[in-house]
């Protein structure tokens, strides 16, 4: 994945600069290399170089270009084809230095495209996929199309997903941009200045006015206008609701904080509150379709599968029929023809673009045309997923930059846990009290998340600051909690890389345990349910291999309390409601405690390394 910035402007304003902040919000899609053009006099200026946006700036200041300039484009990369050198770096250019490309995304049918060029007399200098771009629209305006109509043929030889912004040396009044499963959004600020971009808030300190690209189409900006056109069609103008943003930047700065990962924990809080809001009617909706469901899979990837894990868990609580968990880039090869009619796809995605999903959907829907529904929860609008799903929740979390998922992962849960009872309300299996009260201790979870977060966190420095730096660890538990160690291992292994093995307690039994040394760590996740009393057998087994044990319970803990060397303490109530929504509550001290360990081995949480915000390659 990578981020891509564009700017158009009749204002007395310097284009790079501007360019240069868009890249910088949106460094998390990718931070291997980064580049700009503009266009003045009829010519291109390009600057771009390997390593991240900050050091680069301080090398070759990727903000001064000429005076005058009125147009920039700009690209942050996570390297796909071709290593993150100075070479590979977008933008890339034609043979003649006059049109210049940024992209988002992977060329499927680029070597047959290069072999085609390069028998014409094409130069090219890199190994990206991206070059192959500007030489066929030079190619097409070689043969008489302007600007527009050859990029519009060039985009369609084009095969896989794409996000591009693309700019003339000649045409010093147009960006184009166009999208295929790769995103892109236009701002405008009315007669003065347009933007495209792969995110929202790389524009939003300008204008909060905004269209969403659709799959094939293509946005031809002007300075504070726009025109839309099908690639396919692109001589015939077409219209597009605007979408206002209701959210401010300050949702994507760090607003004191020293990271993302870190204010987008404290944010958890309101995340929840705003995601408790969701409209009754949609979630009746999803509660109706799962009832008279004949089969219901439940796919995601990463975090949002663990959020899954979650959420199934606590759906089967109030729903007669299994739920299958599939991670969805196994979905079409393990499900096969095995996948029926009537079935229900849950699809789990804070981006909505990780590509294994959309595929796996995709997939479903050619197979199965009307007879699968696709129930998605998503917290970006206009995303790829909601495209391809009947029904869609979004999420209220806010913009995530932080690239570790943190408070979205928190309302993914809460929603599934919202229709969840809302199966329950349906269904009628419960009484009326009974629901309330699992109702309550839902709502409660953003004062309990508060609470600890306001008391209880200096002991997750303690716990760093006593952890020998060098040791793996397991993350154990049982039942609904598992979601809970998966996830709090992978925040581990991503931010702060260490192996981490979030595992079931009772399954470690059988091969894992034999790691256990003196003194190595093992995390106990053990709210007080079901699974308690067997989980302080498995408590004693590690111990007695002299395992440092560290639990997670509830504050009135007592017996794992006693067999632990150290506890985190989450003051919630100790009964079936609360446990059951324990996922949420018990997870920011899991991501908290990788968050501290992250910092405390000089490693930046914001960033971590081969990662980026949103996997869009198989
Ligand atoms: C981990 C993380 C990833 C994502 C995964 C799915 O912190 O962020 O594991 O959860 O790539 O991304 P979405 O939810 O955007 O589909």
Redesign the pocket.
């Not at 995601?300 to 949002?304: E, I, L, M």
């Given at each position: 994945m990578c981020g891509i910035f564009g700017i158009i402007t009749n204002q007395e304003i310097s284009v790079g600069k501007i360019a240069l902040e868009g890249i910088k919000r949106l460094e998390y899609r990718g931070y291997d290399s980064c580049g700009i053009v503009t266009q003045y006099s009829s010519k291109l200026y390009i600057k771009k170089d390997a390593g991240k946006i900050d050091e680069i700036h301080k090398k070759i200041k990727l903000d001064e270009f000429p005076n005058g300039a009125k147009l920039a484009l700009a690209h942050t990369r996570w390297a796909t084809h071709g290593a993150p050198t100075k070479l590979n770096s977008h933008p890339h250019v034609d043979c003649h230095n006059k049109i210049a490309v940024v992209h988002n995304g992977i060329l499927e049918n680029f070597i047959e495209l290069k072999e085609e060029l390069q028998s014409k007399g094409h130069n090219f200098i890199s190994e990206t996929d991206t070059e192959i771009i500007p030489h066929l629209i030079e190619d097409y305006m070689e043969n008489d199309l302007d600007f527009k109509n050859a990029v519009a043929k060039a985009i369609q030889r084009c095969e896989g997903a794409y996000g591009v912004a693309i700019c003339h040396a000649d045409y010093p009044n147009t960006i184009i941009a166009v999208r295929k499963e790769s995103p892109i959004v236009v701002g405008i600020e009315e007669g003065n200045t347009s933007y495209c971009a792969s995110d929202i808030p790389a524009f939003l300190p300008y204008t909060r006015t905004c269209y969403l690209l659709d799959d094939d189409e293509m946005a031809v900006l002007k300075p504070g206008s726009v025109e839309f056109f099908d690639v396919k069609d692109s001589n015939v103008p077409k219209k597009k609701a605007i979408q206002k943003i209701e959210w401010n930047i300050d949702a994507a700065e760090k607003g004191g904080y020293e990271h993302f990962m870190l204010k987008e924990i404290y944010e958890e809080p309101s995340a929840l509150r705003r995601t408790l809001k969701i409209s009754k009617d949609i979630l009746k909706t999803f509660a109706k379709i799962l009832w008279s469901a004949k089969n219901i899979y439940i796919t995601?990837?990463?975090?949002?599968f663990y959020a899954s894990l979650a959420g199934k868990f606590i759906i089967t609580k109030f729903l007669d029929k299994y739920i299958e968990a599939i991670e969805c880039s196994e979905f079409q090869i393990q499900l096969g023809d095995a996948l029926k009619e009537d079935s229900v796809i849950i699809a789990i995605?804070?981006?909505g673009?990780?590509i294994d999903?959309i595929e796996a959907i995709r997939w479903a829907k050619e197979k199965l045309k009307n007879r699968v529904k696709v129930l998605s929860i998503t917290n970006v609008v206009g995303s790829t997923l909601t495209r391809y799903s009947d029904h869609v929740i979004l999420t209220q979390a806010g913009p995530e930059i932080g690239?570790?998922?943190t408070k979205t992962y928190c309302t993914q849960v809460l929603t599934l846990g919202l229709v969840a009872l809302e199966i329950a309300d349906l269904r009628k299996i419960l009484p009326d009290n009974e629901i309330e009260k699992y109702y309550d201790a839902l709502r409660s979870t953003p004062d309990i998340i508060e609470d600890f977060l306001n008391n209880d966190i200096e002991i997750l420095k303690k716990i760093v600051k006593n952890l020998e730096k060098t040791h793996n660890f397991f993350f154990l538990a049982r039942g609904i909690s598992l979601a809970t160690a998966k996830e709090g291992g992978?925040?581990l292994k991503?931010i702060a890389c260490r192996f981490i093995e979030g595992y079931s307690a009772a399954h470690a039994k059988h091969g894992p345990i034999s790691l256990v040394r003196k003194d190595f760590p093992i995390i106990f996740i053990a709210p007080p349910d079901e699974t308690y009393d067997r989980l302080v057998g498995n408590v004693m087994e590690f111990k007695a291999r002299g395992g440092k044990i560290i639990s997670l319970v509830v504050k009135s803990d007592k017996t794992i309390t006693d067999l632990s060397d150290i506890t985190i303490r989450i003051n919630q109530p100790a009964n079936k409601y609360y446990n059951l929504f324990s996922p949420i509550t018990f997870i920011p001290a899991l991501q908290l405690l990788a968050y501290f360990y992250s910092v405390d081995v000089g490693l930046d949480p914001d960033q971590p390394q081969n990662l980026a915000?949103?996997?869009t390659v198989h």
């Open positions: 995601a990837a990463g975090t949002s995605s804070q981006s673009e990780t999903l690239v570790a998922a992978l925040k991503e915000k949103t996997v």
